[in-house]
């Protein structure tokens, strides 16, 4: 089984430049999640989605950050203008649903971003 | 700060010793729990998970152990291997909602010498 896909894997770009990280889920996974993941920490929820749907996107920074997931299977995040704290880990994961699962959440390897 | 957090950040221990990595949670309303484990470069991969109605659940080579009295988590791992040089997170969660976004802790670094 093919497991939860990103691209790209790293990205260097200067502060206030764009940049945007893609995510394919695990087939047939409705729920997907964007985290992002600062050195030496554990990673941190940035937005979930169902199927389409945005569930949770309390701890997206709105002014900057944005994702869509318009056909309900892969999703993009996007960040504009970045800002040298952006620079992190971004991670999408997949899940079937908490509630009727194991709860597994199945992580991608991680979009390294710099910004300098 | 932190609604989930781990006690100690760097853990040493002697291959084929046992480990036991602590972690404690704030949010009491909590009732899903995992342990993760994140190798250098890759992303967190799934260990073993509980829910707040069990105390203990076991699977190969580990142990979690959940006491929702003083709100703490824990991970046991028997013999341990150089392969399980990793840093390892609790994640907490609220099933009951639709959002169920795992809130993860800062992490510990297992270091195993041989």
Redesign the interface.
């Known amino acids: 089984e093919a497991g ?1 896909a990103q691209s790209p894997r790293y990205k260097i770009i200067e502060k206030r430049q764009s940049v945007a990280f893609w995510c394919n889920p695990i087939s047939g996974h409705a729920t997907l ?1 964007w ?1 992002q993941q600062i050195l ?6 940035l937005i ?1 989605f ?1 199927n389409n749907g945005v ?2 996107d309390s701890q997206l920074p709105k002014d900057r950050f944005s994702a869509e997931r318009l056909k309900g299977v892969d999703s993009t995040l996007k960040i504009q203008p970045a800002k040298l704290e952006d620079s992190a880990v971004y ?1 999408c ?1 997949s899940s079937l649903d ?2 009727q699962s ?9 979009s390294r971003l710099t910004v300098l | 700060g932190e609604s989930v957090g781990l006690h100690l950040p760097t853990l040493s221990v002697q291959e084929g010793d046992n480990s036991i990595i602590n972690c404690a949670y704030s949010n009491s309303a909590s009732d899903y729990f995992i342990w993760y484990k994140q190798e250098s470069g890759k992303g967190p991969q799934f260990i073993i998970d509980i829910r707040s109605n069990m105390d203990k659940r076991q699977g190969q080579r580990v142990t979690v152990l959940l006491n929702k009295t003083v709100k703490h988590l824990s991970l046991q791992i028997a013999a341990t291997q150089p392969g399980d040089s990793a840093v390892y997170f609790c994640a907490e969660t609220t099933t009951g909602g639709g959002a169920d976004g795992l809130t993860f802790g800062k992490g510990t670094h297992l270091i195993i010498q041989p």
């Open positions: 939860v999640y985290y030496g920490q554990g990673p941190k929820l979930q169902q569930v949770d991670l994961a908490l509630r194991t709860g597994e959440l199945f992580f991608g390897e991680g």
